[in-house]
């Protein structure tokens, strides 16, 4: 029931930028951390950047160009990627560390994964 909904991936312009959105839905007691990860072609799954309460942390190869930004109210986490690197190039994954009741072990839910590309 629980579902994680990604948007605004797409192609992109190298130097240019895309904001990625993930909004959570479905019953849950709590999302304790977000995160958004990207898997390129022959590489691991990293972490971009995560945001756990009121703390926040970007990797470092996306720092300065890259800022999250999470809605608690509204269960959405947002990644805004300025200066578009072709390196960028990934399949981008929203991840939700959630509790679907008081009493539930933590889960981390995936989203389906939204393409980005960035061009020349």
């Known amino acids: 029931q629980v579902q994680l909904v990604e948007s605004g991936g797409g192609l992109g312009q190298a130097g240019g930028s895309l904001r990625l959105s993930c909004a959570v839905s479905?019953?849950?007691?709590?999302?304790?951390?977000m995160g958004w990860y990207r898997q390129a072609p022959g590489k691991e799954r990293e972490l971009v950047a995560g945001s756990s309460g009121i703390l926040s942390h970007v990797a470092d190869s996306v720092k300065g160009r890259f800022t999250i930004s999470r809605d608690n109210a509204q269960n959405t986490l947002d990644l805004q990627m300025n200066s578009l690197k072709t390196e960028d190039t990934a399949v981008y994954y929203c991840?939700?560390?959630?509790?679907?009741?008081?009493?539930?072990?933590?889960?981390?839910?995936w989203g389906e994964g939204t393409q980005v590309t960035v061009s020349s």
């Open positions: 991840g939700a560390d959630l509790q679907e009741t008081y009493d539930a072990a933590r889960r981390l839910y």
């Open positions: 479905g019953t849950f007691f709590r999302i304790n951390a």
